[in-house]
């Protein structure tokens, strides 16, 4: 028996019939005492004073103690803890925090069961480069002091290799003063760009155990953080020359900050070089998707008019593009890569033989390993005064204008009769909604709120995407792990919460019923979020795939549907989403019922709480997808 452990003991206080809370915060009672005095108060304060503000958890005993300390020694603030249903939710709540604030929460998980829980996502955070910080727990590392049976199944060996391969760093601290340095190299190891995932495994030991004398806090200003590297000199002199000689420039705009500084720097370089910008909605808004140098409707994967303008380009510039390679090689085909191109990014830094998120390795004529910020900074100063290269593409604009929905409403129906248009063979539901009916829906009745676009479903009709802000729009959830969106849509209204902006996610069914339960988090702390599930009843990009093998080998692709289909019975999801403390509409089949909806659904979000709507979609992409997708 460790001599130096003392027994945990009960403090009996008066505890209120009506707990307190405050604003979606659990507020403790008094502590007999606030004093820092068990390694765990160590951690909480080291916590508090990398700047967590919130600690997302799925409640284990593996880390009882460090419970305790976030609620008795802090009072449960700064960080403030959020309860989640499962541990995959909580660090996707931290996940999608990192999106819109570009800072890391923590998220706590139970020992090595709740760490298997918790791996998708880490591994999406891991992919996405976003920063956010895992605590996880052991049971004693010492096996004289488990308890019998319990503390045994959660005790592992070298805990942190269940996610090594897709973490920036991970430790497994054995002692306070340990834990205190493990806590500053996790916190500027998680935002030192790129940025990633990192875990530490805390034994239950240390956080139970008395601190002693002698245990000090050093001041974090003595451990400053790295800047991101800044581009070489002679790296700018080259880029500055290919980009203004370029006859047709084309930059492929990918992974960037929100900062709103940053954005307007964007618009000003690429408007002084006439350049051609795609985006995608991988990442998240970087350029004005209405601007006249912005290409054809931005989506999940590039278009056809994206293709052709990549392999019209005598220079290409990467911004930290997700898949530089596969762009290229959808350009290009089997043709030779002509075009100059230039790959600015850093995640040369961070890849692993493990992981396959680093894409096909790219042609790179000059590879300049900084950050789009710097170099997008660097470049605009460098370029002479009065320097604006006329560009003829302005007026030819590849993409279409914007349409309105009753627009949108003539075209189908001179097209084809509404029944046969809209009608599906294997879903037991006729909706006359389908993707471009819901996006034209949401705009139109949005047009004059700030609204942040937390999540798009695949197959979002990006040419009615009207970003004209950097938080317009989140982007997807790095890894492609579906189930993720709840959690991390939670997470990014709580970052925006307070805010101008009105927090509106629209999530796939399937991702949804995989990932519901995360929705309860944001009715149990107070976090406003409109919610709208683009409900096919149906696992339909895996359709696409079975049609495509099924065409490939000639046989029926009418037999796609089959495995696929969330029908007969379909999952109420209005009801669902009610059992999480949430207001609903379900069953929301047209437009005057979908209208109807987003009234409602946005003043109860106006004021504070949750609402959902069910909308029944026509399953369906609204193109189809070539033959490098399928």
């Known amino acids: 028996m460790n001599k130096n452990k003392k027994p945990l003991q009960i403090l009996k206080s008066k505890v ?43 409640p284990g005993a593996s880390y009882r103690g460090l419970h305790d300390s976030l609620v008795n020694y802090l009072g449960n603030e700064r960080p403030q803890m959020l309860t989640c249903l499962h541990e995959e939710h909580a660090v996707a709540l ?117 601190i002693g004398d002698g245990v000090s806090i050093p001041s974090l200003e003595r451990f400053a953080m790295p800047e991101s590297p800044a581009p070489r000199e002679d790296d700018l002199t080259t880029l500055l020359d290919w980009s203004t000689k370029a006859k047709n420039l084309v930059v492929l705009l990918g992974r960037v ?18 350049a051609r910008v795609i985006t995608d909605l991988k990442t998240a808004s970087s350029f004005p998707s209405d601007h006249p140098l ?31 390679a596969g762009a290229l090689r959808q350009g290009y085909r089997s043709d030779a890569v002509s075009a100059k191109i230039i790959n600015v990014t850093l995640d040369g830094f961070r890849i692993n033989g493990w ?27 460098r370029l ?85 802000h950097p938080l317009d729009y989140l982007g997807f959830d790095g890894g492609a792990g ?42 149990r702390h107070k976090i406003p979020l409109l919610v709208i599930v683009a409900d096919n009843r149906s696992f339909f990009n895996d359709e696409a795939h079975q049609e495509a093998v099924a065409k490939h080998r000639n046989r029926a692709p009418e037999n796609k549907w089959i495995g696929q289909r969330l029908d007969d019975p379909a999952v109420d999801i209005a009801e669902l989403a009610k059992a999480q403390g949430w207001q609903s509409i379900g069953g929301v089949s047209s437009i005057k019922a979908l209208q109807a909806a987003l009234k409602t659904g946005s003043k109860v979000v106006k004021n504070g709480g949750c609402f959902l709507i069910d909308a029944l979609t026509r399953p369906g992409y609204v193109s189809k997808m070539g033959s490098d997708e399928y």
């Open 16 to 58: 209120p019939s009506v707990p307190a809370v405050e604003n979606g915060r659990d507020v403790p009672v008094s502590s007999v005492s606030s004093d820092m005095l068990w390694g765990s108060d160590v951690i909480a304060e080291m916590l508090r004073r990398i700047g967590i503000d919130y600690i997302a958890v799925n």
């Open 94 to 210: 931290a996940h999608g925090y990192a999106k819109v604030t570009g800072r890391p929460m923590a998220a706590a998980v139970h020992s090595n069961v709740g760490l298997m829980h918790a791996t998708m996502a880490i591994y999406n955070a891991w992919c996405d480069r976003a920063p956010v910080i895992v605590m996880g727990a052991t049971g004693p590392v010492d096996s004289m002091l488990r308890r019998p049976w319990i503390e045994w199944l959660h005790t592992s060996k070298d805990q942190g290799a269940l996610v090594r391969p897709y973490v920036k760093w991970d430790d497994q601290p054995a002692s306070v003063g340990s834990s205190i340095e493990s806590l500053i190299r996790a916190n500027n190891i998680a935002r030192s760009a790129p940025c990633g995932p990192v875990y530490i495994c805390l034994d239950v030991t240390l956080q139970e155990d008395a």
């Open 257 to 274: 900050s929100r900062d709103e500084k940053a954005w307007g720097e964007r618009i000003k370089l690429f408007e002084k070089l006439g």
């Open 294 to 324: 912005h290409t054809g409707a931005a989506g999940f994967r590039l278009s056809a008019e994206d293709k052709a303008l990549i392999k019209s380009a005598d220079v290409v510039l990467s911004l930290d593009w997700i898949d530089l």
């Open 355 to 381: 992981s396959m998120d680093h894409q096909q390795l790219p042609i790179s004529d000059l590879t300049i390993a900084s950050t789009p910020e710097h170099v997008v900074s660097d470049l605009l100063k």
């Open 384 to 468: 002479p005064k009065g320097f604006k290269k006329p560009s003829k593409l302005r007026q030819k604009m590849l993409r279409p204008a914007s349409i309105t929905l009753s627009q949108y409403r003539e075209q189908i129906s001179s097209s084809a009769p509404m029944s046969k248009r809209f009608k599906d063979t294997h879903s037991t539901s006729s909706s006359e909604i389908d993707l471009t009916t819901l996006a034209l829906c949401v705009n139109e009745f949005f047009a004059a709120t700030p609204v942040s676009l937390l999540r798009l479903p695949l197959g979002w009709p990006g040419a009615h995407c009207h970003f004209k």
């Open 482 to 523: 579906i189930g993720s969106g709840p959690g991390m849509v939670v997470g990014a209204a709580l970052a925006l919460r307070g805010s101008e902006r009105l927090p509106v996610a629209i999530l796939g069914d399937g991702d949804v019923l995989m990932g519901a339960m995360a929705l309860w988090s944001a009715a």
